[in-house]
Every structure is written in structure tokens, then in C-alpha cells.
């Protein structure tokens, strides 16, 4: 089976060899730090993000996530099943804003998260404000096989625990050392995000009261890098798919939702491809941004050009990332560092 992937892989570089020399690294006039992107016309092809703000040093894990995803495509042609594979494999490791590593909410203890699959035969569902998982990306696919679209809250808690997903809080040390700077930065009036003057304090909303001692932040703190991790893939029969996984945003009201488990915001497949988007979700939201993407690709433009051009028109106060796959190839933009990983591998 190995050898037989290594025949896949190889088969399809050489082919890419052949028909095109662009996959290029961004040209010097490319106004963004991140705008990569390459043809890949046979064959199936994983792309996976890290989330905006992840730093080069992790594109081993994306790279990592990738292969996994394509390791599974070269087994079915269920697009769907490879974009589970890259997006499960970047839920179990802590440093990822997703799963395991997912953010601490405000109230210092609680993580929801949001998760959302779509697939080009239009397949849909999601889970927001989902807690006590440790893979909301496999509870939004066994929403796929209900008669909903969305579950959300206690709801989707219990119904991931009523299908047998076990009973946990998916946290680690470094989501922890992650919330208190982002403490810290609140308390410093740089949270960002509308929060250096909003007055959260008057809106609590969790239950209970503001914790003792939130004036102060004890213990280490750590890097406050990455955001939402997403995976899009092309099947070898050319069909497509997308998963999108977030712990959302540490400063953040009890049961904000962002935009990953919103239709046609932060993912979006169909006939002409797939797209996965991270950054800022307010914003994500308000353009709609993995459908605009997509509708850039159907209307003729190649997965990395639709992806610059919608990085390019965020607003660049608001990070942003996108990652896309259409017929001809495959698309990586951001406007912050981020990593990312492609396979079969073109990036060694
Ligand atoms: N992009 C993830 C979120 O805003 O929740």
C-alpha cells in the first residue's frame, strides 16, 4: 500500500512536471507575506492550514496533516474522508487552535468550539458552541447524517456524547499558558478584536461571576499564535471537500460564534472546488469570504489567484487566511504568517 501510494505520488509530480512549472513561491511585487500556489491537474491533492498567525516552524505539522489527508485519498474517492484525515490530525496536536490546543474562553475554564464539513455534491453541517469533545470535526460529519444542518450549544454536546464521542475537555498546557497572555493583554487594554474599548466587564455573560483575582494573571504564558485549522481536498475523481475546526477566540463573550460553522463564511465546496478560510470571523462573516472565494474559482480564476485576490481585499487591520483547491490546481494566501502544508509534497 505504501509502495503504492509512493507510485501515486510520484506519478502525479511527474505529470505536474510536465505540464506546468508554477508551483510558484509569491513574486516580488506580491504585496502579501503568504501568496503560494501551483498547478496540479491529475489526481488527488490535500491542502491544509495551520491557521493565520501559525509560524513557519509548524509546517512540518501541516505537511504532516496533509500526507495524512492524502494517505486517505489514495484509498477512496470520498474527498470528504481526506479532509476529515488532514483536519483530525491537526486536532490532536496541542499547539493548534482546534481540538487538544483550543482556546480557554474568558471565564478561564471554558472551551467551545466550533466545526464544520462541506463536500461538492453539497453536503453541509456543523457544530458551533460545541464543549466536552475532543474531535468536533467528527461530530459535525455525524451531523451530516441527520436531518439537520447545524447543531449548537448543550445540544451538540450531548448529541456527540449520545453517538459515542467520549466525555472530555479537550485542554493542555499550552492552552493554558496561551489564555493567560491573552489575560494579560486584556488587562493591558491590547486584546484587540474591538475589546480594548468594549466594556466586558458590564456584558458578562458566563455563569457566575467574574473569577477572583481576574485582575491579576499568575504563571506562565505562552505564544499567542494560530487560529481555525482547515483542510480542502480534491478526490481522484475530482470531486471536492472541506473541513474547518476552531476553539474560536479566547476574548469572547459565553457562546460567541464564529465564522466557521456559518454557511459559505469560513468554508465553502462545490463543483468548482474548495476553500477553507482563518482569521478574524467577524469580518469573515460580514464578506462571506470562503463562498466570494469560490466564486471567484467559478468564475474562471485558479485557486491561488481567487485566494490572493480575497486576501488582498480583507481589511488588513483583521488577520485573514485562505487555502483552496479547484480542477487545475491548488491556492495558499494570507495576510499574517501562516503554515500550511501540500500534498503530494511540492514544497521540499
Ligand atoms: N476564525 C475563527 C473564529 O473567528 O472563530
Known amino acids: 500500500m505504501k509502495m503504492s501510494l509512493r507510485i501515486l505520488s510520484l506519478l502525479t509530480l511527474l505529470l505536474l512536471a510536465a505540464c506546468s512549472s508554477d508551483a510558484d513561491q509569491s513574486s516580488d511585487s ?17 491542502v491544509t492550514h495551520g491557521g493565520v498567525g501559525s509560524p513557519p516552524e509548524w509546517m512540518p505539522l501541516t505537511q504532516a496533516a496533509a500526507d495524512s489527508a492524502f494517505v486517505r485519498l489514495s484509498e477512496t474517492t470520498d474527498a470528504l474522508e481526506g479532509a476529515l484525515a488532514g483536519t483530525v490530525a491537526m486536532e490532536n496536536i496541542p499547539v493548534f487552535n482546534a481540538g487538544t490546543g483550543a482556546n480557554i474562553r474568558l471565564d478561564g475554564k471554558t472551551i467551545q468550539m466550533d466545526a464544520a464539513v462541506m463536500t461538492s455534491a453539497g453536503g453541509f453541517a456543523a457544530v458551533a458552541v460545541i464543549e466536552r469533545v475532543k474531535h468536533p470535526i467528527l461530530v459535525a460529519r455525524a451531523v451530516m447524517d441527520t436531518p439537520h444542518r447545524m447543531l449548537a450549544g448543550d445540544g451538540a454536546t450531548r ?44 456584558a458578562w455573560n458566563f455563569p457566575g461571576p467574574l473569577p477572583a483575582g481576574a485582575d491579576s494573571v499568575t504563571g506562565p504564558a505562552g505564544p499567542e499564535t494560530g487560529d481555525t485549522v482547515g483542510t480542502v481536498t480534491r478526490a481522484s475523481d475530482g470531486s471536492f471537500a472541506v473541513t474547518l475546526s476552531t476553539g474560536g477566540t479566547s476574548i469572547t463573550l459565553d457562546g460567541r460564534v464564529g465564522d466557521v460553522p456559518v454557511f459559505g463564511c469560513g468554508s465553502f465546496a462545490g463543483p468548482a472546488g474548495a476553500v477553507a478560510c482563518t482569521g478574524h470571523g467577524e469580518e469573515i462573516i460580514r464578506q462571506m469570504l470562503a463562498r466570494t472565494v469560490y466564486n471567484l474559482m467559478a468564475d474562471g480564476l485558479s485557486a491561488r489567484d481567487a485566494a490572493v485576490r480575497a486576501a488582498e481585499a480583507f481589511p488588513a487591520e483583521w488577520s485573514v487566511g485562505i487555502i483552496a483547491v479547484d480542477a487545475n490546481g491548488w491556492g495558499v494566501a494570507a495576510n499574517r504568517q501562516m503554515a500550511y502544508g501540500v500534498a503530494p509534497d511540492v514544497l521540499e
Do not use: I
Open 30 to 46: 506580491e504585496p502579501l507575506p503568504l501568496a503560494v500556489g501551483g498547478a496540479m491537474a491529475f489526481g488527488p491533492v490535500a
Open 159 to 202: 448529541f456527540a456524547h449520545a453517538m459515542g464521542f467520549a466525555d472530555v475537555v479537550p485542554t493542555c498546557p499550552e492552552a493554558e499558558a496561551k489564555f493567560r497572555q491573552r489575560w494579560r493583554n486584556l488587562l493591558a487594554g491590547k486584546a484587540g478584536g474591538g475589546y480594548e474599548t468594549f466594556d466586558w466587564r458590564r
